[in-house]
């Protein structure tokens, strides 16, 4: 068939518009109709071809019928114009197999009195479904039950999009919205959806089976012509020809961000390919992210800035401003002198903050939150104290990364309360954007000021040594280990440390920048947790057989024994002595 015997309301049907916006149902469902009867000839076993997408019932009866065919149809037939040589009939099979047919249902009379040894050879071989439907069930039977079904999945579609839409223009006034409106989109379309910089920052839902980062970082890749859209198809586990193939589709969005950071895309993954509804979801949500991660407006932050102060003047021991004492109060007796930094109402000004912590930040009953504070990775010599954080475009992605409930700037820090600690994944994409970042201990509200004197404190150490640093990483008042990498580097001078670091981590030259740089921090975190790998995992944001095989990388160049505790101890001095600029695992 060439193009000149295509039909133009056929091609428009199989134009990549019209294939997105097409409602199939999957197989299965019309096999489990129960009045139809339909047998599965192949293959034996009809669980395998329940996810098999189906969009059309048409009844053809041609030789050649792929001028008609649109793709994932269900063709119908009762063999009027089927060959009769096995030859002709495989030649059949594989023209329907060309022209996109999902399966064939074969109807018992009243042309045949059972299906053709023949065509059940020739599906087998070129591995065609092959259906049946008895004598008595007509094909109009089979066809308005198919349009039932599309139409119940056309509205159950809708439903899902009309809920997703409210669910996120919703979510984005909400705390954590970015988060929120990561988990709405890929609830209402059923897809993995990720958030990605130079690096994951966040994802929701379950990516199909077999799809590996290295396929999601190639599917989200920025291209020179900086189109919006761009669709990726996916290698699945499972590899079935007559099944959906996973896609991917990248979203580039569009407005500032801070000049360090790459282009912030989110990518939706599907087992199947994007319909309509998942895009016209994705654009939405793409909008409202492109909001939130814009600059907030001065007001908006105005307000983040003073209630911050508040917070923090609050946990370092301000009293709480006295309250009138209402007339019916005074009359009835019923009031009393409230204690020191006690409210009328029998409330606690910690209780008041730890009270609106809980709608702001977003944290658990027990009003803990931490503090999280960013500053600059490197400072010029004689200017540290000028260096102020500008542009705003910063701070609404700060909080991004964070997942902060409050955020604000402080002269040369950005600022945040959250709920839970930022994971040593999104301190490294601080570290990638110029930041290096101090977390504090858990507070409670009346201490939060506690909480972001001891994060700010952290961040000289922070800035030291060129990567991030958690107040959970130093003993309660070990004042030398918190200024220094270690108590050892105090004792021993700046080159001998260099020299060390030198001699024991020079093999690792061999390796190319990308292999040394993830040897160098796999090695160092998983020392710093003891040869621990489950802990070393999930500081590091890899799966625990991803830290093994770097571990064993290193080792193996190093020509160490990483049985021995000297050899361990070793390694993490040379590794603590190693700089930001030199190690080349931050950068």
Same mark, same amino acid.
């Given at each position: 068939?060439?193009?000149?015997?295509?039909?133009?309301?056929?091609?428009?049907?199989?134009?990549?518009?019209?294939?997105?916006?097409?409602?199939?149902?999957?197989?299965?469902?019309?096999?489990?109709?129960?009045?139809?009867?339909?047998?599965?000839?192949?293959?034996?076993?009809?669980?395998?071809?329940?996810?098999?997408?189906?969009?059309?019932?048409?009844?053809?009866?041609?030789?050649?019928?792929?001028?008609?065919?649109?793709?994932?149809?269900?063709?119908?037939?009762?063999?009027?114009?089927?060959?009769?040589?096995?030859?002709?009939?495989?030649?059949?099979?594989?023209?329907?197999?060309?022209?996109?047919?999902?399966?064939?249902?074969?109807?018992?009379?009243?042309?045949?009195?059972?299906?053709?040894?023949?065509?059940?050879?020739?599906?087998?071989?070129? @591995?065609? %479904?092959? /259906?049946?439907? !008895? $004598?008595? &069930?007509?094909?109009?039977?089979?066809?308005? =039950?198919? #349009? +039932?079904?599309?139409?119940?999945?056309?509205?159950?579609?809708?439903?899902?999009?009309?809920?997703?839409?409210?669910?996120?223009?919703?979510?984005?006034?909400?705390?954590?919205?970015?988060?929120?409106?990561?988990?709405?989109?890929?609830?209402?379309?059923?897809?993995?959806?990720?958030?990605?910089?130079?690096?994951?920052?966040?994802?929701?839902?379950?990516?199909?089976?077999?799809?590996?980062?290295?396929?999601?970082?190639?599917?989200?890749?920025?291209?020179?012509?900086?189109?919006?859209?761009?669709?990726?198809?996916?290698?699945?586990?499972? @590899?079935? %020809?007559? /099944?959906?193939? !996973? $896609?991917? &589709?990248?979203?580039?969005?569009?407005?500032? =961000?801070? #000049? +360090?950071?790459?282009?912030?895309?989110?990518?939706?993954?599907?087992?199947?390919?994007?319909?309509?509804?998942?895009?016209?979801?994705?654009?939405?949500?793409?909008?409202?992210?492109?909001?939130?991660?814009?600059?907030?407006?001065?007001?908006?932050?105005?307000?983040?800035?003073?209630?911050?102060?508040?917070?923090?003047?609050?946990?370092?021991?301000?009293?709480?401003?006295?309250?009138?004492?209402?007339?019916?109060?005074?009359?009835?007796?019923?009031?009393?002198?409230?204690?020191?930094?006690?409210?009328?109402?029998?409330?606690?000004?910690? @209780?008041?903050?730890?009270?609106?912590?809980? $709608?702001? &930040?977003?944290?658990?009953?027990?009003?803990? =939150?931490? #503090?999280?504070?960013?500053?600059?990775?490197?400072?010029?010599?004689?200017?540290?104290?000028?260096?102020?954080?500008?542009?705003?475009?910063?701070?609404?992605?700060?909080?991004?990364?964070?997942?902060?409930?409050?955020?604000?700037?402080?002269?040369?820090?950005?600022?945040?309360?959250?709920?839970?600690?930022?994971?040593?994944?999104?301190?490294?994409?601080?570290?990638?954007?110029?930041?290096?970042?101090?977390?504090?201990?858990?507070?409670?509200?009346?201490?939060?000021?506690?909480?972001?004197?001891?994060?700010?404190?952290?961040?000289?150490?922070?800035?030291?040594?060129?990567?991030?640093?958690?107040?959970?990483?130093?003993?309660?008042?070990?004042?030398? =280990?918190?200024?220094?990498?270690?108590?050892?580097?105090?004792?021993?001078?700046?080159?001998?440390?260099?020299?060390?670091?030198?001699?024991?981590?020079?093999?690792?030259?061999?390796?190319?920048?990308?292999?040394?740089?993830?040897?160098?921090?796999?090695?160092?975190?998983?020392?710093?947790?003891?040869?621990?790998?489950?802990?070393?995992?999930?500081?590091?944001?890899?799966?625990?057989?991803?830290?093994?095989?770097?571990?064993?990388?290193?080792?193996?160049?190093?020509?160490?024994?990483?049985?021995?505790?000297?050899?361990?101890?070793?390694?993490?001095?040379?590794?603590?002595?190693?700089?930001?600029?030199?190690?080349?695992?931050?950068?």
């Amino acid at each position: 068939m060439t193009p000149a015997d295509e039909l133009p309301y056929i091609e428009q049907l199989r134009s990549e518009e019209h294939r997105r916006g097409r409602i199939t149902v999957e197989l299965g469902r019309l096999l489990d109709e129960r009045e139809l009867r339909i047998r599965c000839l192949h293959p034996q076993d009809p669980g395998s071809v329940r996810r098999i997408p189906v969009a059309s019932a048409p009844v053809i009866e041609l030789d050649d019928p792929r001028r008609y065919l649109a793709g994932d149809e269900l063709l119908l037939v009762t063999g009027l114009g089927l060959p009769e040589d096995p030859a002709s009939v495989d030649q059949y099979v594989a023209r329907l197999r060309e022209g996109g047919v999902a399966a064939l249902l074969f109807g018992i009379m009243p042309v045949h009195d059972d299906v053709p040894p023949a065509l059940i050879a020739a599906c087998k071989a070129h @591995d065609l %479904p092959l /259906l049946a439907l !008895p $004598e008595d &069930v007509p094909f109009i039977r089979l066809t308005v =039950a198919l #349009a +039932s079904l599309l139409e119940s999945e056309r509205v159950a579609q809708a439903a899902a999009a009309s809920r997703g839409v409210i669910s996120m223009v919703t979510s984005a006034f909400g705390s954590r919205p970015v988060r929120q409106i990561l988990d709405r989109l890929a609830e209402a379309t059923g897809t993995a959806v990720q958030l990605r910089g130079r690096r994951l920052i966040e994802q929701s839902g379950t990516l199909p089976p077999g799809v590996g980062e290295e396929q999601l970082e190639r599917a989200s890749r920025p291209e020179a012509g900086r189109e919006r859209l761009r669709f990726t198809a996916l290698q699945a586990q499972e @590899d079935d %020809p007559r /099944l959906s193939t !996973p $896609e991917a &589709v990248r979203l580039r969005l569009r407005g500032p =961000a801070p #000049a +360090s950071a790459a282009s912030p895309v989110v990518l939706m993954v599907a087992p199947r390919p994007l319909t309509q509804y998942d895009l016209t979801l994705l654009m939405l949500a793409g909008d409202l992210l492109e909001l939130i991660l814009r600059a907030p407006g001065r007001r908006s932050a105005a307000v983040d800035q003073l209630t911050m102060r508040l917070i923090l003047q609050q946990g370092r021991g301000a009293t709480a401003p006295a309250r009138a004492v209402s007339g019916e109060a005074a009359r009835a007796g019923t009031w009393r002198t409230p204690e020191s930094g006690e409210t009328a109402e029998g409330q606690t000004a910690e @209780d008041q903050t730890a009270e609106l912590l809980r $709608e702001v &930040v977003g944290v658990d009953a027990d009003g803990c =939150a931490y #503090a999280v504070v960013a500053a600059p990775r490197t400072v010029p010599p004689g200017v540290s104290e000028e260096v102020t954080v500008d542009g705003p475009e910063e701070l609404a992605w700060w909080s991004t990364l964070v997942s902060a409930g409050l955020a604000d700037r402080d002269g040369r820090h950005l600022r945040a309360l959250v709920a839970t600690p930022p994971s040593r994944r999104r301190l490294r994409l601080c570290e990638d954007q110029g930041w290096v970042v101090a977390v504090s201990r858990a507070q409670p509200a009346g201490r939060l000021g506690v909480a972001m004197d001891e994060a700010v404190a952290l961040t000289a150490v922070a800035q030291a040594r060129g990567v991030s640093v958690t107040a959970a990483e130093f003993t309660a008042g070990d004042a030398a =280990a918190a200024r220094t990498p270690g108590r050892w580097a105090a004792a021993v001078p700046q080159e001998a440390r260099a020299a060390l670091a030198d001699r024991m981590l020079s093999p690792l030259r061999t390796l190319d920048d990308g292999r040394r740089a993830e040897c160098l921090e796999v090695l160092h975190c998983w020392l710093l947790h003891h040869g621990r790998w489950d802990g070393a995992a999930r500081e590091l944001g890899l799966h625990r057989n991803t830290v093994r095989r770097v571990v064993g990388t290193a080792a193996r160049v190093l020509q160490v024994d990483l049985d021995d505790a000297r050899h361990r101890a070793d390694l993490l001095a040379a590794l603590d002595a190693l700089g930001p600029e030199n190690s080349g695992s931050r950068d």
